[in-house]
C-alpha cells in the first residue's frame, strides 16, 4: 500500500478547514515552533502512543517530511490507512512564507 502524501501548497489549502494534524518531531523542536493546531505525539514515543490517534484522516509533519513518513508508514503496518505525510514538512511550511506557534501541545 501506498502512502498519500501533499505538497506544503496542497496542505496549505487544506490547513484551516479543521484537519488532524500531529507533528512527529521531538519536543523541544516541536516547541520552538509547530504549523497552528499541530499535536506533537514524537517518533520516538509513537509506538506508545498509537491508541491516542482518532479515526479518520490523520495528517503527519516533521521538519522537512522523513519522520513523519515514517509514522504514515507505522500507522498503515497496525491498520490505519488514512494517513496523509505532508512533503517538505515545517521548513517547506515557513519557506512558503506561512507563521508558526511557540510552546506545548495545545489544551
Not at 74 to 94: H, K, Q
Request: net charge negative.
Amino acid at each position: 500500500m501506498s502512502i498519500s502524501e501533499i505538497s506544503i501548497a496542497e496542505f496549505m489549502s487544506i490547513h484551516s478547514q479543521g484537519i488532524y494534524l500531529v507533528d512527529v518531531r521531538e519536543i523541544d523542536e516541536y516547541e520552538s515552533g509547530h504549523v497552528a493546531g499541530a499535536i506533537n505525539i514524537p517518533l520516538s514515543e509513537f509506538s506508545s502512543r498509537l491508541s491516542e490517534l482518532p479515526g479518520g484522516t490523520i495528517y503527519m509533519i516533521c521538519r522537512s517530511g522523513g519522520r513523519s513518513m515514517q509514522a504514515c508508514e507505522f500507522c498503515v503496518d497496525n491498520g490505519m490507512s488514512d494517513v496523509v505525510n505532508i512533503a517538505g514538512g515545517t521548513l517547506g511550511w515557513v519557506s512558503a512564507g506561512n507563521e508558526v506557534v511557540f510552546g506545548g501541545n495545545p489544551e
